[in-house]
């Protein structure tokens, strides 16, 4: 069954829906855990070996163009296209968001850290674009997931459960082990 998404969600909206089922400021505690945390996740990150600390510094080909991480790693979450692509062409992912570049512009991942527009995609339908950063982008749809109780995409499953269990404190179940050591080395 393919759903039609409304065109009604505003950031304000998916905040107020999100406050409404958990009680919780979504943009204020999660702004706040993520600086609280940063200095010691970009401490983590840049000690690990191979991809997890490292960019990729090989510009992609046009195949991987499309589906380009900001860490130089692919993946069905984000996509990048140009201003001039066709929205249809990159509404594959079920759930994701949309880097949008400006024309002529090469991508690599160090630029996609502020693209010209990002936009939100569930089910294959843009469903809220003129984000201003990603941060923003990845909060309004971990909101979105969230209150319309949609599964979290696969391949970024533990980073939307990090998000809901150690960043917002939501749900009090044992975390995965992987979790578990992240949040253990966040606390050091």
């Given at each position: 069954?393919?759903?039609?998404?409304?065109?009604?969600?505003?950031?304000?909206?998916?905040?107020?829906?999100?406050?409404?089922?958990?009680?919780?400021?979504?943009?204020?505690?999660?702004?706040?855990?993520?600086?609280?945390?940063?200095?010691?996740l970009?401490?983590?990150?840049?000690?690990?070996?191979?991809?997890?600390?490292?960019?990729?510094?090989?510009?992609?080909?046009?195949?991987?163009?499309?589906?380009?991480?900001?860490?130089?790693?692919?993946?069905?979450?984000?996509?990048?296209?140009?201003?001039?692509?066709?929205?249809?062409?990159?509404?594959?992912p079920?759930?994701?968001?949309?880097?949008?570049?400006?024309?002529?512009?090469?991508?690599?991942?160090?630029?996609?850290?502020?693209?010209?527009?990002?936009?939100?995609?569930?089910?294959?339908?843009?469903?809220?674009?003129?984000?201003?950063?990603?941060?923003?982008?990845?909060?309004?749809?971990?909101?979105?997931?969230y209150?319309?109780?949609?599964?979290?995409?696969?391949?970024?499953?533990?980073?939307?459960?990090?998000?809901?269990?150690?960043?917002?404190?939501?749900?009090?179940?044992?975390?995965?082990?992987?979790?578990?050591?992240?949040?253990?080395?966040?606390?050091?």
């Amino acid at each position: 069954m393919v759903r039609r998404w409304p065109a009604l969600f505003t950031e304000d909206q998916v905040f107020m829906e999100f406050s409404r089922i958990v009680g919780k400021n979504l943009k204020t505690e999660f702004y706040e855990s993520i600086d609280r945390h940063s200095p010691r996740l970009l401490e983590l990150f840049g000690s690990k070996r191979g991809n997890v600390g490292q960019t990729n510094t090989t510009e992609p080909t046009e195949c991987q163009r499309a589906s380009y991480h900001p860490w130089g790693q692919p993946t069905d979450f984000f996509k990048a296209g140009f201003e001039s692509d066709d929205d249809d062409c990159f509404c594959d992912p079920d759930i994701g968001i949309l880097l949008i570049e400006r024309k002529g512009a090469v991508l690599t991942s160090s630029q996609h850290l502020s693209p010209a527009s990002l936009k939100n995609i569930i089910e294959g339908e843009v469903v809220m674009d003129s984000i201003q950063d990603l941060p923003k982008a990845m909060c309004i749809v971990f909101g979105l997931m969230y209150a319309l109780h949609l599964n979290y995409p696969k391949t970024m499953k533990l980073t939307f459960q990090f998000i809901q269990q150690v960043l917002l404190l939501l749900v009090h179940t044992d975390l995965k082990p992987k979790l578990q050591t992240l949040k253990n080395q966040l606390a050091m």
